[in-house]
């Protein structure tokens, strides 16, 4: 009587499977006192609603994940408790979800080819416009060094050349 009452006890505060199947086993323990093997087979049941439940729950927070892989699992979790509640129409909205993740992938992924040329026709464009700017830079470069400034030496030398010469002193000015 006292392992009855204990169970029946237990069974009224139980919340999850676990322990609804360890109830259903203590009242297993007393098999034909008074009702021990109905309350053992509704604790079952009662197990496997919790069971069921939980995959439920489960599948519905992988949707909300908002990933291609875990609307797939939230799949497998219906799949797998086929006909409770409402996994069977829960099906068709996580594969929506799954087209719907692939083509906003697809959306971002040609945005990104897109910039990805944009960008290189702008590095091209720079090098088109700076390229024979720096091939100038250097080319003015060298005819300074080689041609501009020996020159104006050798200009210089002569002016001051000729300022000798017509000072009167020709030693300098040779």
């Known amino acids: 009587i006292e392992t009855y009452d204990n169970a029946v006890s237990r069974m009224n505060r139980a919340e999850?499977?676990?322990a609804y199947r360890a109830v259903a086993d203590c009242f297993k323990s007393i098999p034909g006192f008074k009702d021990a093997d109905t309350l053992a087979e509704q604790c079952l049941d009662?197990?496997?609603v919790c069971r069921k439940d939980e995959i439920y729950s489960s599948a519905k927070s992988k949707i909300a994940e908002n990933s291609i892989a875990s609307c797939e699992k939230a799949i497998?979790?219906?799949?797998s408790i086929s006909g409770w509640k409402d996994a069977d129409e829960q099906i068709v909205p996580c594969q929506q979800k799954i087209?719907?993740?692939?083509?906003a992938d697809a959306r971002k992924a040609e945005k990104r080819r897109i910039a990805a040329e944009k960008a290189a026709k702008k590095r091209k464009k720079a090098l088109a416009i700076g390229m024979p700017i720096v091939a100038a830079c250097v080319a003015f470069?060298?005819?300074l060094t080689t041609v501009i400034i020996p020159n104006s030496k050798l200009n210089?030398?002569?002016?001051?050349a000729v300022s000798f010469y017509e000072n009167g002193e020709?030693?300098?000015a040779a």
């Open 99 to 103: 087209e719907e993740i692939r083509l």
């Open 16 to 18: 999850s499977e676990q």
């Open 46 to 48: 009662k197990a496997e």
């Open 76 to 79: 497998q979790l219906f799949q």
């Open 170 to 172: 020709y030693k300098k």
């Open 141 to 143: 470069v060298i005819i």
């Open 156 to 160: 210089s030398k002569y002016n001051a």
